[in-house]
């Protein structure tokens, strides 16, 4: 049952007692059903602008959303919420999506933003970008390999679920059975895979691709036009994807950003 004892609760409680989604009130309130979901939880604090605009869409009064004071109950307009608001639309019951589906909902905004130009949406952008970094802390591998493919990633033998996780529960073994942690470096690795897997999925929305399943050459040529190397004392060439990939990746982000994004193979691998 939703409580009535904060903003949060109370800004649910009108939502779903006139109807809404949180899309729908979104589409509305023109607050996006991301900052709504944050507001309801009470894990962001809604201006009191914010709550006007919402308490609009909403029919409620100001006052009553943010006191909860009975007496401010009533609708803005005077009008009474229906009795059975279910009536009015189909499945009023709405369950909360898990974060693997919040981070896709995320993702084709961000695809949205790209095709528009990214020029109109600078903090948007950032803002949706760190909502979806938080998001990935709370995926297991399976959640973020399954979401890897679905987003096309290119090559992911070496990045299995089975493999990242194995990588993990040596660790668990290593301070449970043995009484310390010696296994230290394998938890750091599958941190490092984890980490580079969230990278490539945010580079087949900011980008258009992910950059594995670019040419190596064309990695190259982009890497020399703009000055960047690795870090190792000799360099005779780059050594594969793994390597040059994170070095490259800030450029083309820089570049996508400004619509000038330089390789022709912007079609993620295995949505064809």
């Not at 950032?126 to 399976?142: G, M, N, Q, S, T």
């Amino acid at each position: 049952m939703t409580t009535l004892d904060t903003i949060g609760g109370r800004l649910r409680h009108a939502r779903e007692q006139a109807g809404f989604s949180r899309r729908t009130l979104a589409d509305r309130s023109k607050v996006s059903e991301r900052t709504i979901e944050h507001y309801e939880k009470g894990t962001a604090e809604a201006s009191v602008e914010k709550l006007r605009v919402l308490g609009e869409a909403l029919n409620i009064s100001l006052p009553w959303l943010v006191s909860g004071d009975e007496s401010e109950a009533a609708p803005v307009d005077g009008m009474e919420l229906p009795e059975n608001p279910a009536d009015l639309i189909e499945d009023q019951e709405e369950e909360d999506i898990g974060e693997a589906e919040q981070i896709e909902l995320l993702l084709e905004e961000i695809d949205r933003m790209r095709a528009e130009g990214f020029s109109n949406y600078q903090r948007r952008l950032a803002a949706v970008v760190d909502d979806i970094r938080d998001l990935f802390r709370y995926l297991e591998p399976a959640e973020l390999v399954s979401l890897g493919e679905r987003r096309g990633l290119a090559v992911v033998e070496a990045h299995s679920a089975k493999q990242i996780a194995a990588l993990f529960a040596r660790k668990v073994v290593a301070e449970d059975i043995l009484g310390f942690d010696d296994n230290d470096d394998q938890r750091v690795m599958a941190e490092a895979i984890c980490k580079e897997l969230v990278e490539r999925v945010l580079d087949t929305a900011l980008i258009g691709s992910d950059l594995y399943a670019v040419k190596l050459d064309q990695l190259a040529a982009f890497a020399d036009k703009n000055d960047i190397s690795p870090g190792r004392f000799l360099f005779f060439g780059w050594r594969g994807q793994a390597e040059i990939v994170p070095s490259v990746r800030e450029k083309y982000r820089q570049d996508a950003k400004k619509g000038a994004v330089s390789f022709a193979a912007s079609k993620r691998r295995g949505n064809s």
